[in-house]
């Protein structure tokens, strides 16, 4: 089975502080995601990337930004954390660009903005 | 606009009764249609994965029905267990304006079983 492995589950951080949230997965797969959750908003594609060294921007990129230097790692990066950024991060692989591959999800880390 | 509606929002029953979970979407172009359960404080894990073509997949006690026509997928439980309780996400993939597959999720429905 693939894995996919967020490097925190809980995270507290204070305003302004740079963050780092660390993804990898073990299946050589081709395409990284990072979403983040809210209630009442269900999951939002902030970055994407489906090549090394590649990203693009999804739906709420605004004061995020990512970095993809090896295949199997996937960072997103909180530039200057601010409360509005508390939230449920999801990390998520997949095979191919293909959309009939399935999409396999870390276990999220919760982080708190103080 | 690309939408995935989901009824209802959270549902209680009692241990070892089915029940019936819905989701109405607008994707269009349509490529397929997954269910994910999600246990409070886990990420989403995949039930069921259909293409337009199927109509019904089933997953163990969990089984998904596809209606491409009327654009409406159900995911039915039988036989609940306590493991059941969990957040039930209902995600449709289509193209955005530039035809790149993206996902479009529900805000899901959070299933409590009672003993």
């Known amino acids: 089975d693939v894995k996919v492995t967020q490097s925190s589950r809980y995270l507290v951080k204070r305003t302004g502080e740079k963050v780092f949230l660390e993804c990898v997965q073990d299946?050589?797969?081709?395409?990284m995601f990072w979403y983040r959750q809210d209630p009442g908003l269900g999951l939002r594609l902030i970055y994407f990337?489906?090549?090394?060294?590649?990203?693009e921007k999804g739906d709420i990129p605004e004061g995020y930004s990512v970095s993809r230097e090896k295949k199997e790692r996937f960072s997103l990066i909180l530039e200057s954390a601010s409360t509005n950024q508390t939230s449920m991060y999801l990390c998520?692989?997949?095979?191919?660009?293909?959309?009939?591959?399935?999409?396999?999800f870390g276990s999220g880390t919760r982080l708190t903005v103080v | 606009k690309n939408q995935v509606e989901q009824s209802p929002q959270s549902l209680i029953i009692l241990e070892g009764k089915n029940c019936t979970l819905q989701?109405?979407?607008?994707?269009?172009?349509?490529?397929?249609l997954r269910w994910y359960k999600q246990d409070t404080g886990r990420g989403p894990v995949s039930l069921t994965i259909?293409?337009?073509?199927?109509n019904t997949k089933s997953n163990g006690r969990y089984t998904a029905t596809l209606d491409a026509d009327t654009k409406q997928s159900s995911l039915h439980i039988t036989a609940s267990q306590l493991s059941d309780s969990a957040s039930y996400i209902c995600?449709?993939?289509?193209?955005?304006?530039?035809?790149?597959?993206?996902?479009?999720f529900g805000q899901g429905t959070t299933l409590q079983v009672k003993p």
């Open positions: 998520a692989s997949s095979l191919s660009k293909a959309l009939n591959y399935g999409y396999t």
């Open positions: 299946m050589d797969h081709e395409n």
């Open positions: 990337s489906y090549d090394v060294k590649m990203k």
């Open positions: 989701c109405n979407y607008t994707v269009s172009p349509f490529s397929n």
């Open positions: 259909m293409t337009f073509s199927e």
């Open positions: 995600v449709v993939s289509g193209l955005d304006s530039s035809n790149t597959g993206k996902l479009i």
